[in-house]
Structure formats: C-alpha cells, structure tokens
C-alpha cells in the first residue's frame, strides 16, 4: 500500500494514516477546553508550527505513539480537500 502525506506548510508533511483530525483556529479556540488541551500539549512541547505568519488551522496527529499538534498557515478547508484529493 502507497504511503500518503499531507503537507501543512513550509516544508512539513504528515502521513495521512496518522492524521486524526484538522481543526480550524476561529471556530475552535473559543472553547477553553481547546486552549487548555493546545496549553497542555505545548508544555508537554508537542506543537510544531508550519510557518510564521498567523496560522488558520491546526492538525491533530500521531507520531512516535504521541498525539501531537501541527500548527498550518493554511486553512482548515484546504487541507481537508488536500487530504481528500490524496486519498482518492
């Protein structure tokens, strides 16, 4: 089976396999429980960040039996159909 991948930006790619969700900033931080949980994992300093500018979606993950975060200048609806294309 071909392995797929997901590139949030600037270089940085996922395997789609470990992708577990894509989670859009606006909608998804006014919850305190989602800044808690975003709190906790960059003190536990499982966030990446894909780009300097502002990002506009973040992408739940495994890697290394972590659940990690990826911080993506890209929105939330991009990378969804990025993944959908792919996945075909």
Same mark, same amino acid.
């Given at each position: ?6 590139? &949030? +930006? =600037? +270089? ?8 577990? +969700? ?14 808690? !949980? ?13 780009? &300097?500018?502002?990002?506009?979606? !973040?992408?739940? !993950?495994?890697? =290394? ?5 990826? !911080? ?8 969804? +159909?990025?993944? =959908?294309?792919? =996945?075909?």
């Amino acid at each position: 089976m071909k392995t797929m991948y997901l590139h &949030v +930006g =600037n +270089g940085k790619i996922i395997r789609s396999r470990d992708v577990i +969700g894509i989670f859009d900033m606006d909608n998804t931080t006014v919850s305190s429980v989602t800044r808690r !949980f975003l709190n906790h994992k960059q003190k536990q300093l499982l966030v990446e960040i894909a780009a &300097v500018e502002i990002p506009k979606s !973040f992408v739940l !993950f495994f890697e =290394n039996g972590l659940t990690k975060i990826c !911080f993506s200048p890209l929105s939330s609806s991009a990378l969804r +159909g990025r993944m =959908n294309t792919r =996945n075909l």
